[in-house]
């Protein structure tokens, strides 16, 4: 099985050769059944990896330790549901993953793209077959997921514990698929730049494979952000640790873009920009497959990590200098663009909001690379993390907000500026109203949390007041009272599907500034049956069973948890303190139990790895969140307690932001295309 | 022109307002160790915090904190005791001198310059019309 599989591979190799060529030489050649036909070479290579990741499964189904990727990932206890994921979790598995989902994607939608007969296809499906062949060259020749041992094995090593997880099921996979499907944007908008002629026939298939990209990378990380929160016990969701970093920036690239490609689709402006963005995110995707394999950067997410950094350093600076060659070739045969006509427009808006996006992508990379740059000229190490990001993105975070309350309130092409003034009234004067309430509840120091607070409630008053005044206007009009709101965003899904995922996003923010501006913590020990006390939460120890299996060992420690009255603990109180500790047996006479948690603390013995699984009590208001941190020999437990206000609304945006996306994804129908603004 | 140099001020004075430094006073003492061990990395893991490390060693560095935070040292003067050390590596970011200054000079100047780039696209309409 394992020689079927690499035996595709090469085939795979070999079809996407004849992809780039036959297209080269079709296009020179003028020959239409040569384009066809190595058109179809990418479904050809399709199959042909698809074959190669099946028999690699069926290798892990089939325990065949002798292959030495399933040595290494998996082994005879692994419960065979998690074969999916020991599939990507290695560097070469992922790598045939990324490869899979790219070959795949790209037949889907060079199926059915629209554009079938239009020159600009050659070029992109060449650029297409062209990444296609380095990845399936690196699978290949020097990441070879169907390796054999050298020698005889009855069980294999096992698959890494910490991916033992369902979030692990969509978590990485989603990251990757979204990473590689960028390629396909980038593909159109530089076929249709080697091209020339037309620089707008692209825009369609760019900007849905680019929602597609951006919505399932979007997802990726948030899944991320969930499953570190929920189960690692890191106590946070994200750190803006290099890997997450190097997700983060090409979705941001991608995310200015998705909003500069609808200047291009209204208003025929921005088709040079456009092009650069979509350059830009796939570099930066590039820069982080460089990153995750074996880059000079350190991170907590060293699953992956290979010595192909290289290879990859090398295929990101060819493709730097590949679009950029295309791009500087090409650039005086552009005709000149149409110009803005007023700074008080939908697309000048557009164009601050772009600022504002690589602002935030460059200032990342430069807090990534800038370790390495530090160590190459002083020779001395420094680490760059969450203090820096935070200081530097977090002003820029909040005028992005601003951005997204001012946006809906323009007009494309111009704004009448006393219209704009009438509009903008109502939002603001209630974000002020809202900012000054918080600034004389939580102290002026703290203004930059309350600055935020008005900054998202500026942006969701603005998305629901024109929501309110289009529907009434549409009721007025005759529309159905019940269904003019949904007539209303069915009118315009792009527009609309926007708006939604606006609102996940101020969902997002709240959680943001929830958790980083207003989290309560504290470390105590304590004893069975004694508790701790931080704010109004009583978190009472009440047993502890520990258990123990062939590969793991675990203590689980039970917990409940009462609401309370902190002022009939205050003769525990502690100075210099947040939480405190109160002894056994002592109640406070209007505790009420509200629940109980059970904290888990794993030790596997063949990894020497721990895992610990936090105990969260969540509320749309706050989450209490604790963490085990020790098992003291004296029977003593460390516990970790936080209270972490509006964490919920973190997740409670997941499926707002894949509603909002899928819904201005959905294909308008013929009929109503041509109202549709 | 004028009307351009009075932007910049307002937006560097909006700057300076933003960036402005983490305020340590009125503070618990628990509070500034919980601040202290975001700020701090634990050296023997891959970029994790104290904050964030299960590891001994960074159970070890959080006590050490605590205690010299009740020696009633400020927090400039435990970061340079790890600095000293560690290395600088052990900071969560590094100190703001040398060329280290590059970390917060080079920000500034992709904002100011896309904020001129917009001026600039401001003023070809103004001028246009």
């Known amino acids: ?677 | 022109m004028l009307h351009q140099k009075k932007v910049l001020i307002f937006l560097s004075l909006f700057f300076i307002l933003f960036f402005g430094c983490i305020n340590e006073n009125d503070l618990t003492l628990e509070q500034r160790s919980y601040q202290l061990s975001k700020q701090i990395m634990c050296p023997i893991c891959d970029a994790q915090t104290l904050d964030q490390s299960q590891s001994q060693l960074a159970k070890d560095m959080k006590i050490t904190i605590l205690n010299q935070l009740s020696e009633g040292k400020t927090n400039e003067q435990i970061r340079d005791f790890f600095v000293n050390r560690y290395g600088e590596e052990v900071l969560a970011y590094p100190p703001q001198k040398g060329l280290n200054i590059f970390l917060w000079i080079i920000p500034t100047t992709i904002f100011v310059t896309g904020v001129l780039i917009i001026l600039n696209t401001y003023k070809n309409i103004k001028k246009r019309k």
């Open chain 1, 1 to 677: 099985m394992s020689e079927l599989g690499y035996t595709c591979l090469l085939l795979g190799l070999c079809l996407s050769l004849y992809g780039i060529i036959g297209n080269l030489v079709g296009i020179l050649t003028n020959s239409p059944e040569l384009i066809i036909s190595s058109r179809r070479s990418i479904y050809m290579t399709t199959l042909s990896v698809s074959i190669s990741v099946i028999s690699l499964i069926y290798l892990f189904i089939s325990n065949d330790f002798s292959v030495k990727y399933v040595h290494d990932h998996s082994n005879l206890a692994m419960d065979k549901s998690y074969v999916w994921v020991a599939f990507y979790s290695g560097n070469e598995g992922s790598l045939l993953y990324i490869t899979f989902i790219l070959t795949f994607a790209s037949s889907i939608v060079l199926r059915f793209s629209k554009l079938k007969n239009k020159d600009i296809i050659p070029w992109s499906t060449t650029i297409l077959s062209g990444v296609i062949f380095f990845y399936i060259l690196v699978l290949a020749f020097f990441a070879n997921p169907f390796e054999h041992m050298n020698k005889e094995v009855v069980d294999g090593i096992g698959i890494n514990p910490l991916l033992l997880h369902p979030g692990m099921f969509s978590h990485p996979p989603m990251l990757m698929a979204g990473l590689a499907i960028i390629t396909i944007p980038f593909a159109f908008a530089n076929g249709s730049l080697i091209n020339g002629n037309k620089l707008d026939d692209w825009v369609d298939i760019g900007r849905i494979t680019t929602l597609l990209s951006w919505g399932i990378l979007g997802i990726g990380m948030l899944l991320g952000a969930w499953w570190a929160y929920t189960i690692l016990g890191w106590g946070g969701y994200w750190s803006w640790d290099p890997i997450e970093n190097v997700a983060l920036m090409p979705w941001l690239a991608l995310t200015a873009f998705i909003h500069s490609i609808m200047v291009q689709k209204r208003r025929g402006m921005f088709q040079i920009w456009n092009i650069i963005l979509l350059n830009i995110a796939f570099i930066l995707a590039q820069f982080g497959t460089f990153i995750n394999r074996g880059g000079p950067v350190v991170s907590v997410h060293s699953f992956a990590s290979s010595t192909l950094g290289y290879i990859f350093l090398g295929f990101l600076i060819f493709s730097l200098i590949f679009s950029f060659t295309i791009f500087f070739w090409r650039i005086p045969k552009i005709r000149s663009e149409r110009n803005m006509e007023s700074f008080l427009s939908r697309e000048a808006s557009f164009l601050i909001n772009n600022f504002l996006l690589l602002c935030i992508t460059f200032i990342t990379l430069w807090g990534v690379i800038y370790p390495v740059f530090s160590d190459v000229i002083r020779d001395i190490s420094v680490t760059v993390a969450a203090p820096y990001f935070n200081r530097t993105n977090g002003p820029l975070l909040i005028l992005l907000v601003l951005m997204m309350g001012i946006g809906p309130l323009l007009n494309w092409r111009k704004s009448d500026p006393k219209q704009l003034v009438n509009k903008i009234f109502f939002p603001l004067t209630i974000s002020l109203l809202i900012i000054i309430i918080l600034i004389i509840f939580i102290g002026l120091e703290k203004y930059l949390a309350a600055i935020a607070f008005g900054s998202l409630s500026f942006a969701i008053i603005s998305i629901f007041q024109d929501w309110v005044q289009n529907t009434k206007i549409r009721i007025s009009s005759g529309d159905n009272k019940f269904f003019a709101w949904w007539n209303l965003i069915n009118s315009n899904r792009q527009r609309h599907g926007g708006y939604i995922v606006h609102i996940s996003i101020i969902m997002i923010g709240m959680g943001v500034i929830g958790t980083n501006f207003f989290d309560q913590r504290t470390d105590q020990a304590i004893f069975l049956e004694e508790s701790i006390v931080l704010d109004n939460y009583r978190i009472e120890y009440i047993d502890l069973i520990e258990n123990t299996k062939p590969d793991r060992i675990t203590s689980s420690a039970y917990m409940n948890i009462y609401k309370i009255n902190p002022s009939e603990y205050k003769e525990y109180y502690e100075e210099e303190s947040n939480g405190y500790k109160i002894p056994k047996n002592i109640r406070g006479i209007n505790d009420k139990k509200i629940g109980n948690i059970i904290l888990k603390h794993e030790f596997f013995p063949n990894f020497n790895q721990i895992s610990v699984r936090s105990g969260i009590l969540s509320t749309p208001i706050e989450d209490l969140y604790v963490i085990p941190r020790d098992f003291l020999e004296d029977g003593r437990i460390g516990l970790a307690v936080s209270i972490n206000p509006l964490a919920s609304w973190l997740w409670i945006s997941g499926p707002f932001f894949i509603f909002g996306t899928i819904f201005a994804l959905w294909p308008t129908s013929r009929n109503k295309k041509n109202n549709n603004f």
